[in-house]
Every structure is written in structure tokens, then in C-alpha cells.
């Protein structure tokens, strides 16, 4: 598997958690971020509900909460 670097902001405490958990378990930090990314993609991927169609739901509240503030302000 060829690797590629990413960067992103973690909050202080999950920071914190992660070097406990590094030490406790001696898997080097990187590897339980990747681990753990793994596991979203497998659980995300096996939801009977797909990303797109959120995604879809997520447009058209946003849609009609604007439609919603219109009608309410005329």
C-alpha cells in the first residue's frame, strides 16, 4: 500500500488520548490514526444509507431552511 501524507487539526484532549493509547498499546501514534480511519471508511461504506444522499439531504434542508426564513420575514 503506498502512503501519502495528510495533515489535520486534532483537538488538545484527542491528542493527548491518542500518546496514552500509543504508549499503553506501543503501536506508533500514525498507525492508530490510520486504523482508525480504516474503520470509518468500512462502517461508512456498509451503511444502507449512502454518503450521496446525505449529502443530498443536507442541500435541500439548507434550501429550505432559506425558503422557510423568506416566507417568514414577508
Given at each position: 500500500m503506498s502512503?501519502?501524507?495528510y495533515s489535520t487539526?486534532?483537538?488538545s484532549d484527542q491528542?493527548?488520548?491518542l500518546r496514552k493509547i500509543?504508549?499503553?498499546t506501543h503501536i506508533p501514534q500514525a498507525v492508530l490514526v490510520r486504523q482508525a480511519i480504516e474503520i470509518l471508511i468500512e462502517t461508512l461504506s456498509k451503511k444502507s444509507v449512502?454518503?450521496?444522499f446525505l449529502s443530498l439531504v443536507k442541500k435541500r434542508v439548507?434550501?429550505?431552511t432559506g425558503l422557510l426564513?423568506?416566507?417568514a420575514s414577508t
Open positions: 502512503t501519502v501524507q487539526k486534532l483537538a491528542v493527548e488520548a500509543s504508549e499503553k449512502s454518503l450521496d439548507k434550501e429550505d426564513k423568506r416566507l
